[in-house]
């Protein structure tokens, strides 16, 4: 049988495609890249100052294996500008804005959406938008403000890594002042937005990563933040394969890759 078992464990290592996007078998040696925690990795550090050979959000990749990034977050928090960032600087996976595809969609931008269709009808758009959206792999999307509302939509989410950008509402105020976000279009526009983080704050800490934002860090800088908190995210979730690993490990077996 030795020809077939060959053939077979090549079968294993190949990727498969699903729905038009590669896959790879997560049983399949080739899921695991041996990459870990740049951070953690003394052999990747420059030993005059401390920093870092290799970008950190290069080997996020590997160590994603295609599982998308949500962004979730008030309105200004910065999930557009620094998942961009970040998108960029994996270098292999896509950027996404759920409001730019709804846009684009409809034909009409969001003011005039929340205008001649009202708050619910935007609703029900996003949440489509999103089914669309969470079909695909190796993205990292921008959510609107209120993706987080309808419970439906965490089911959707949860198929990825979800990242809460947590600012304060001055900052925020500062950034967007004067932008023609509809829910803000108020005479007090600060009171409003803390309105509607603290009806809210508990959906965003549902994500599975909160990243402080300050003032004093700019997108780079936040995109930085975030990627490390990814990369400690994933040290302290393994996958089920990789602790299944361990445990026949500890338990003096033999893992077959
Ligand atoms: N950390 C940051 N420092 C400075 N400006 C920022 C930062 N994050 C976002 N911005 C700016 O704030 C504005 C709103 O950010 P954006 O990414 O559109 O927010 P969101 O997508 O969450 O609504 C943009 O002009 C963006 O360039
Ligand atoms: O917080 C919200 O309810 C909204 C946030 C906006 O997206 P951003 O968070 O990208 O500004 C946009 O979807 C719409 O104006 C509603």
């Not at 005039?112 to 996003?126: H, K, M, Y």
């Not at 009806?199 to 934002?213: L, M, S």
Request: aromatic share 6%.
């Amino acid at each position: 049988f030795a020809p077939i078992a060959g053939h077979l464990q090549q079968l294993q290592r190949t990727s498969l495609s699903a729905g038009g996007f590669e896959w790879q078998d997560p049983t399949s040696d080739l899921s695991d890249p041996g990459v870990e925690n740049p951070y953690k990795n003394p052999s990747l550090l420059n030993s005059d100052d401390n920093t870092l050979k290799v970008d950190p959000a290069r080997l996020l990749s590997p160590r994603l294996r295609g599982c998308n990034i949500y962004f979730i977050g008030m309105m200004g928090c910065g999930k557009s500008a620094v998942g961009d960032a970040i998108a960029r600087r994996m270098g292999t996976y896509n950027f996404l804005d759920t409001d730019i595809i709804l846009e684009r969609a409809a034909g009409m931008t969001i003011p005039q959406i929340f205008e001649s269709e009202g708050e619910d009808s935007f609703r029900d758009a996003e949440a489509k938008v999103l089914d669309s959206v969470h079909a695909h792999v190796r993205c990292v999307v921008s959510t609107g403000g209120g993706m987080v509302l309808r419970n439906q939509n965490w089911s959707k989410l949860q198929t990825g890594l979800v990242v809460y950008l947590k600012v304060e509402p001055e900052v925020i105020m500062k950034r967007i002042e004067g932008t023609d976000r509809p829910l803000l279009q108020t005479p007090d526009p600060l009171s409003r937005l803390k309105e509607l983080m603290a009806e809210r704050k508990q959906k965003y800490e549902q994500a599975d990563v909160t990243v402080e934002v300050h003032e004093s860090m700019d997108v780079a800088g936040a995109a930085d933040a975030v990627i490390r908190a990814l990369h400690d995210f994933i040290d302290e979730n393994p996958p089920a394969w990789k602790m299944a690993k361990a445990k026949a490990q500890a338990d003096g077996l033999d893992w077959v890759n």
